[in-house]
């Protein structure tokens, strides 16, 4: 299987709408060039501009969605279409990442289970998912995350554990924690013995300089490939059996001791 990253650049002087025109350009573009298709985190809006969440907020039928589909099925791709600010039924606001079969069907939506700011931005505009999700991508089995997921591995060993081979992320992580992206990526794909795509956006949010450096990890903890700063589209060939062989030859996952006790003191 194929997959390429699309990390996306965000320009306050592009409008969303614009941006949405943009960057369906770009993913039907990979038609016959890739298999699946990955897009970064809140791309039509920037993760770190939540002054426009409330304005720019769709329901999962909204604009993003119509764009995202027939993007889709033009270039006949399985595509994550990143995440996008969901305004939900009762008016409560998610970040909520979207992924559509090579037919633009939307098969799969996840809200983001983690959010990020602590007592700000994200943590208090937005609320939080409940569910992990994963998407069965024939051959290659999807775990979703979303970011600030990426420092939680309890949610990807369970992913792993619902038959996942590969974790995406999707993310508009910052550039002044750019280490943390690399090294957390690597982990999770050492610890699940899982292929991890990582999609980030570059550019600029709300003042916010983004990381870039878009990465496949293999299950061995390998970068394949990493993007740079700048906008850039990362294509990789991935070996479904890469997992399984992993899985057998150093089976740590056979070994997990579960449902200890607490230490007692």
């Not at 943009?22 to 993760?47: F, M, N």
């Not at 764009?67 to 889709?72: I, S, V, Y």
């Not at 909520?96 to 602590?118: E, N």
Request: overall charge negative; charged content about 25%; hydrophobic content about 45%.
């Amino acid at each position: 299987m194929r997959a390429s990253l699309l990390q996306i650049a965000v320009d306050p002087d592009e409008s969303p709408d614009a941006r949405r025109a943009r960057v369906a350009s770009l993913v039907a573009g990979q038609d016959g060039l890739a298999d699946l298709v990955i897009l970064p985190e809140l791309w039509t809006v920037g993760a770190f501009s939540y002054d426009v969440f409330e304005a720019e907020a769709e329901p999962l039928d909204g604009p993003t969605h119509r764009a995202m589909a027939k993007a889709a099925a033009d270039a006949s791709v399985w595509l994550h279409a990143g995440s996008i600010v969901e305004r939900a039924p009762d008016g409560a606001l998610f970040n909520t990442a979207l992924v559509y079969s090579p037919d633009g069907d939307l098969v799969r939506s996840y809200r983001k289970i983690h959010r990020f700011g602590f007592d700000q931005g994200e943590a208090v505009l937005m609320a939080a998912g409940d569910e992990p999700v994963t998407v069965p991508v024939p051959g290659l089995p999807l775990g979703l995350a979303t970011c600030y997921d990426l420092r939680f591995p309890e949610l990807f060993r369970s992913l792993t554990d619902a038959g996942a081979l590969a974790l995406v992320v999707s993310a508009g992580w910052p550039e002044r924690r750019r280490e943390h992206w690399t090294l957390l990526s690597r982990a999770r794909a050492v610890e699940n013995q899982a292929y991890v795509l990582a999609c980030a956006t570059a550019g600029t949010h709300a003042g916010v300089p983004q990381a870039g450096h878009s990465l496949v990890v293999d299950p061995w903890g390998e970068v394949l490939a990493e993007a740079g700063a700048a906008e850039e589209v990362l294509t990789v060939d991935l070996d479904p059996e890469l997992v399984a062989t992993t899985r057998d030859r150093f089976p740590a996952l056979k070994d997990r001791v579960l449902g200890l006790a607490p230490p007692t003191r």
